[in-house]
C-alpha cells in the first residue's frame, strides 16, 4: 500500500505569474487555467452566461477582423480599449445581451488570448478559463480531474498584475489543501489574496492596471469582475475555440469539434 | 513649478521576482540590488563582515577553479552543496573567519551569482547586494540614491522563491514610500512581506528551497539568514567585483578599480 501510494502521481498546485515565465514550467504535465480578471477572462464568461454557442481567441487585430467578414461577431481590445469596427471591446457589460445566444464570436484582447495561445503551443493538457465570475465551477472541475493545476496569470505585458495573482490565490486558498503540494508563487498569490480580501477594492485601487482602466471611467467594469459566481460556465479550449462544458448542448458541440 | 516638477525624473520602485522577468524591464533605468537571501547575498555581506577585500562572483564552477588556481580563496556552490575541492561552500558560517581580512575571494553560486551578471549585462547604472544582513545600510544608500530601484530576486532556477519575496517587501515597506511609485510585484511582495513577518519562520519552512535545505541540515543557516542589521556592509559591483562601499579603504579600492 505504501509503495501503491509513492507510485501514484502527485497532483501539485502551482501558479504561473505572468506569461514570460511560462517556459519555466512542463506546461504538458497541467490542466491550465487562463486568468485575466480585468477583463478578459470575466468577460468571455459572461457571454457563455448569454449563451454565446463558442468563442474563438485570436492572437492579432487582423485574424480577428478576417473572422468578422466571414459573419461572426467580433471583439477586439488593445490597452484597455475597444478597436474601432468590431462589435463589442472588453468590457463585460456589453456581452450582457440576450441576442449573443447561438453566435458565434472571434475575440483578440491585449492579454489573456495571447497566454492562452501561449499554453496551447506549449502542449497544456486541457485549458479553461478562470474569473471570480466562474469561481466556485472552476474549482469543483478541477477537484474532479486527477491531474496538477497550473494557475496561469495573464498580468499585463508580461508582468505580474495584482488582480490575476489575488485570483490565484483565491483558488489556492479555496482547493490548495485538496493538492500533494505548492509552489512558492502559490503560496505568495494566496497569502496576498488572504490579506487582500477584506480590502479588496482598496487593493484593486492601488493596482496599476487599476489606474489604467480608472483613467478610462471603467470602475464598474471593475466591481463586476470582483463579484463571485455570477455564472455557471466553464469555458474550455477544443480545436481553436473556446466552448461552454456546463451548456446543454456541450456534449453536441464538442463531438462536432472532435470531428 | 508645475511644470518643473513634471519634468523631474520619477524614483520608481520596481521589484523583478525572478531573474527570467529581467528582459520585461529596462535594466538600464535603475540602480539594481541582487537579492539571494538564502544564502549567496547574505553569505557576501557575512564576508565582507570579516573584512574581505573584494569578492569576483563568476557564473561557472571552472571560471571559479581557475581564479583559485591563481591564487585567490575561492567558493562554489550548487544546488545548495558545496562543490568538493573549493575552500567554501555556501554557509554564511563558512565566512565568519578572521583569516578572511583583505583576501580576494572568488565565488559561484546556482542563483545569485547567475541573476547579478544577468543585471550587469542588462545595463544595470549600478548593482548592490542586499540581504537581511545588510538591509538598513542597503536601505539608508539607496534612498541617498537619487534614482529608480529595481530589486531583483534570484529565486530558484527561474522560478520565484518566498525569502526573495520576503525580502524585496520588506524593502519596499520600509522605504516605498519614498518613491514616486511602486509596480505591481512591489506591492504584492509587500503584502506578503507583512504578512509573513509575524511568523517568518512558518513562512520559509513552507518554501520549497528551505525544505531543500532542511533536507541538507542547514537550519542555523536559514535562522542567520533571517536576522536583520548583522553587518553595516554594503557590496556594489564594479569592474568585475564586488567591493565594500562601507569599508574604510573603499575609495582607494574603487580609485584603483577604475583606473
Redesign the interface.
Known sequence: LYIAKNLMEKRRLHVC??P??L??FNVEEYVVVVIDILRATTSMCVAFGHKVASITPVETVEECAALKAQGMLAAAERNGEMVPGFDFGNSPFSYMKPDLAGKHLALTTTNGTLALHQAHQLGAQKIVIGAFTNMSTLNQWLLAQNTSVLLLCSG???????ED?IFAGAVARTIGHHYDSM???A??AR??F???NLQKRR?FE????YTRLVHLNLQEDVKFCMKKDTFHVLPIFENGRLLDMMAPDYAQLHAAAVQ
Do not use: I, Y
Request: net charge positive.
Open positions: 505569474l505572468t514570460a515565465l517556459p519555466t499585463w505585458k508580461q508582468r505580474l498584475n495584482m495573482t509552489d512558492d508563487a503560496q505568495v497569502t496576498f488572504w490579506s487582500a487593493f492601488r493596482s496599476s492596471h
